[in-house]
């Protein structure tokens, strides 16, 4: 009867579907105020991804005759798989995601458990530590520019003070450009990773630690043992955050070598932005960008699962 009663009324109370959907009024005020901001981020996001993908089924240049936005199938998604220019700069950016997010994670996590062990002055060395991660990857290029000058660069003097000579300096040798570009992501993006593996050996609790320095524990193991397993939540968002934005990777590049000499640190994004914007072939720079996307997106998901499984098989 209580029930019948409160169908009746409309009470929020009742077993009905209305009950399911109830909102309070000041739910639907809040709603109301967000809405329009849901709507123009939601425009912002999908407009440009929906425009994009129309244009990888079109033919559309600015320049080359006949491109005006016929319908092209997937003519621009098979031209892509013979591309064998985008298959070596994917390949370059791979090896640089892999070289520099490798010893971003090996130095970074080592400067955590350092700063993590200094009591006095920790404050400061992290502030300090947070430099080269603000400064925006143009000045970064620019700085790096002016050191690796084949004229009058810092770096090329302190090598002929050691007795090394470099042909035509750093980064117009392709045998060291890329690998010079490999060192000043690392420089940038350590401390990041440094940063959040510190707070994340702070957040872990000491009983562990001083169980295991009981049982006779030495130091190495106590970290690789008992802090490591309990970072690997803290380290895996850390990986795939800097995976992400190395697969990205353009401004450094550009600036410093502009993917010389020759084509020794063309990465996929630069070769991206020379078929739109060199070439003008729009339609099959949309479909190289969302080709890039799906494959960022796919070794991300692969291996977040991949890890999470290891992790609860460790458990």
Known sequence: MQMMSNLK?????????RTQFYLSRNTKIAIGFLLPSIVLLAAIILFPIGYSLALT???????????????????NYLKFLGDKAFWAALGRVGLFTLLAVSFEVVIGVAFAYLLNAIRFGRRLLTSLLLIPT?????????????????????FNYLLKLAGIQITDGILNNPSTAFAALVAIDVWEWMPFIALIMLAG???????????????????WQIFWQ????????VLIVAILFRAAEAIREFDKVYILTG???????????????????????????ATLGMVMFTLAMVVAVLYFFITVKRGEEQR
């Open 9 to 17: 009324q409309g009470s929020p109370a009742s077993g009905s579907w």
């Open 57 to 75: 089924f079109q033919s559309y240049s600015l320049v080359i005759p006949g491109k005006t936005g016929q319908w092209a199938g997937f003519e």
């Open 134 to 154: 603000i400064l925006t990857p143009v000045v970064i290029g620019l700085m790096f520019n002016l050191i690796f000058n084949a004229q009058f660069g810092l």
């Open 201 to 219: 050996m702070q957040a872990i609790p000491e009983q562990p630690i001083e169980a295991a320095q009981i049982d006779g524990a030495n130091g």
């Open 226 to 233: 008992v802090m490591m397993p309990m970072l690997r939540p």
């Open 259 to 285: 993917g010389g000499p020759g084509t020794a640190t063309e990465v996929a994004d630069l070769y991206l932005y020379r078929v739109s914007f060199s070439n003008w072939d729009l339609s099959y720079g």
